[in-house]
């Protein structure tokens, strides 16, 4: 059993989109294993309501993370922002990569 999965905003778009991954949501669903970010939670809003040939409404969209935020999910701080920067410059990846890696830090998910 995986624990503490912490969810990336393109693979969680990607899995919410259905097919054979969609089994593996359903199992974090329902074991409460999923872990998100506000970044990941918004980055999945902007994505469903803009970059589908078949848009979600806002309300539709709004549910789905209300949904999602049932799961653990780290709110970034300064001192977050502060931390990934230090990430973001010792690994040489991405701001937003970096505050991603950190967030799954402080929720302690062992998989990202």
Do not use: C
Request: aromatic share 12%.
């Amino acid at each position: 059993m995986l624990k503490r999965v912490f969810f990336i905003g393109g693979a969680l778009f990607a899995l919410w989109l259905g097919g054979v991954a969609w089994i593996s949501l359903d199992r974090l669903w329902q074991s409460g294993e999923g872990r998100l970010s506000t970044q990941v939670l918004q980055e999945f809003y902007v994505n469903a309501t803009r970059k589908l040939t078949h848009p979600l409404s806002p309300e539709e969209a709004q549910t789905i993370v209300l949904s999602l935020s049932q799961w653990d999910y780290h709110r970034p701080d300064v001192q977050d922002i502060l931390a990934a920067a230090v990430l973001a410059e010792r690994y040489r990846i991405s701001f937003w990569d970096a505050l991603i890696v950190h967030s799954a830090e402080v929720l302690g998910a062992s998989l990202l």
